[in-house]
């Protein structure tokens, strides 16, 4: 008996010796970082197919992103309104206002039109058509979720003004 039990204990001590000399050898492979094989595979073995991606290419991004985009909208100032037509490219802006009154039917241009930091710029060029003098408008204001509103300063006066998307 006490054969059997020096036995055992000299297997234990081997035992011991063998697992502390050589820690690697009982790891699992793979298990110590790295990668082995084909990654991105289902469960079934095939490959998993692409998902889609945000993708922001140039202008689309900026028109996007922008709180005026290209349109009609509907301005009005006191007693007068004006369908507008505008371009808009990026943070600036031109196209051209309808008007039924100033002294009748015209359309004038829409210049120099900024949209930057909530805020809005534009100058309408109000000569001609009946107008025997240089007018300019020039327009300023604060972005709103649905367009725009501000007060104008120029020929024939100022005041306030709105605009909606139409």
């Known amino acids: 008996m006490r ?16 697992s502390a000399s050589a820690p690697s050898a009982l790891a699992q492979a793979g298990s110590t970082g790295g990668t082995i094989g084909k990654q991105d595979k289902s469960i079934s073995g095939g490959e998993e197919t692409d998902r889609p ?44 206002s309808k008007w039924e009154c100033c002294p009748g039917p015209r359309t004038d241009p829409i210049v120099q039109g900024l949209v930057q ?27 709103t979720p649905d367009g725009a509103s501000g007060q104008w300063t120029g020929t024939v006066g100022s005041g306030s003004w709105t605009m909606h998307k139409r």
Do not use: M, W
Request: glycine residues 12%; proline residues 2%.
């Open 117 to 143: 930091n909530g805020k809005i710029s534009f100058v309408r060029e109000c000569s001609g058509q009946g107008v025997p003098f240089a007018c300019t408008q020039s327009y300023n204001g604060t972005i």
């Open 53 to 96: 991606r945000l993708q922001i290419h140039g202008d689309r991004h900026l028109a996007a992103s922008s709180p005026l985009v290209s349109g009609k909208y509907e301005l009005v100032t006191g007693s007068y309104s004006s369908t507008f037509a505008l371009t808009v490219t990026g943070s600036r802006f031109s196209g051209s």
């Open 3 to 18: 054969r059997c039990t020096s036995i055992g204990i000299a297997l234990l001590s081997l035992l011991h010796l063998v």
